[in-house]
Each structure stands twice: as structure tokens, then as C-alpha cells.
């Protein structure tokens, strides 16, 4: 089984008891190449001694399980030899890179040029454009950064998130009425009460806006 070994690390077996299949992956991208199917003979034997055995009963049914428990007392070996088979198959679809030793699929992770795999030899122009993509990523990141975006914002006076107490819509600082239902909005720094009419901080003993003009 060793000599299987030198061929992609990964791979998936999509054997079953009637035949043997099996998936290689490219070493780099995982890409797949799926091998051709091979019949077990002795798991078909089986299948048709169990089709006849669901037919008549009796011998053919116990027919059919011998058969089954012959495929997986020999099933070793023949699918060892079905994986060789699909090895030397799968092989004429990837490239081994000499410098690293990888399978690697041609169309994607092969420089042909170079003659190794691309994690060896990046393809020069790819290389390029993924170097300038993540320059000018980070020069991006390092200039929204020096970039000053708070000149204009007055954090002594600027609170939280408010709410209007009638409907809970979000408020501005600066609003004095609800834009959602009308209600005045009070100022949270306001220590008296305010104004029905403009929603202007007033004292407790005042009896007209000095706002609006409107009676308390």
C-alpha cells in the first residue's frame, strides 16, 4: 500500500459493496477528479443471490448472505487493488510539483512555465495583483485612520440616543418636538419643567413661555 501513498493527500472513497469509486483532490485548491467506476464482481454476486433469495426464500436468502460475508472477508484486497487501479487514473489529471512535492490540478495551481506548483512559483501577474489589492488595502485602513471625522461633533453637549417618551422614535439633541407623533420633547439637562407648546425649558413658577409666548 505504500506506493498508494505518493499521490494527492486527500482524497474521498465512494466505495460501496457493488463497486469502487473514489475522489482525489488537488493539494492546493481541493479541486476533484473522480475516477471511473469498478464493478465489484463478488458484491454483485451478492445482490443477485439476495434479488433471487427476496423471490423464493430459503437457500437463495442464505445464499446471498454467504456471498455478502465473502465480499467483506476479501473486500480488502480487491479494494485495495480498485484504489491502485484509480490511483495510476487519477495521476494523468494532476501534476506533482518537484520542489514541494505536491498534487496539484493544472488549471489552477500549476505554473506551466516554471514547472512547479504555484505555492512554489506564484504566476508573476497574479502575484502582482494580489500584492497591489493588499497595499491598497492597508493604505486604506492607515488613512481612514489618521483621517479626522470628529472636527465638527461638540461631545460636551452631544448625549445619548433619546427616545420620545410618547411613541419611543428616536431623537436629535437639538429637537423640541417628536417627528413621529408631536409631542414636546424635554431637555434631559433641563432641571425645571417645559412647555406644552414649544417644549422649551422653563422655570417651576413661570406662567408663560419665554419661547412661545403660550400659557403654563
Not at 512559483?121 to 493588499?134: F, G, M
Not at 439633541?173 to 413621529?180: A, I, L, N, R
Request: with cysteine; glycine share 10%; hydrophobic share 30%.
Amino acid at each position: 500500500m505504500s506506493n498508494l501513498l505518493q499521490f494527492v493527500a486527500n482524497y474521498d472513497d465512494l466505495s460501496t459493496d457493488k463497486g469502487y469509486q473514489f475522489k482525489f483532490h488537488c493539494d492546493k485548491c481541493r479541486n476533484g477528479y473522480m475516477s471511473r467506476y469498478q464493478t465489484s464482481t463478488i458484491g454483485m454476486a451478492g445482490s443477485l443471490l439476495n434479488a433471487a433469495g427476496s423471490l423464493f426464500g430459503g437457500f437463495f436468502h442464505e445464499a446471498g448472505n454467504a456471498a455478502y460475508q465473502m465480499q467483506r472477508a476479501v473486500g480488502g484486497k480487491a479494494h485495495d487493488e480498485a484504489l491502485a487501479v484509480a490511483v495510476q487514473e487519477g495521476k494523468q489529471h494532476f501534476k506533482q510539483c518537484t520542489r514541494c512535492g505536491q498534487w496539484v490540478c493544472p488549471e489552477v495551481c500549476w505554473n506551466h512555465q516554471a514547472g512547479l506548483c504555484e505555492s512554489c512559483a506564484p504566476d508573476e501577474q497574479e502575484e502582482l495583483s494580489a500584492q497591489q489589492a493588499r497595499a491598497t488595502s492597508e493604505q486604506i485602513y492607515t488613512k481612514t485612520r489618521a483621517q479626522d471625522y470628529t472636527t465638527n461633533i461638540d461631545f460636551l453637549n452631544r448625549g445619548g440616543i433619546s427616545q420620545c417618551a410618547n411613541c419611543h422614535s428616536k431623537l436629535s439633541p437639538d429637537q423640541k418636538f417628536c417627528g413621529s407623533c408631536g409631542t414636546a420633547v424635554a431637555s434631559a439637562s433641563a432641571a425645571g419643567k417645559f412647555c406644552g407648546g414649544c417644549g422649551s425649558s422653563i422655570k417651576a413658577d413661570q406662567r408663560f413661555c419665554n419661547e412661545c409666548g403660550q400659557k403654563q
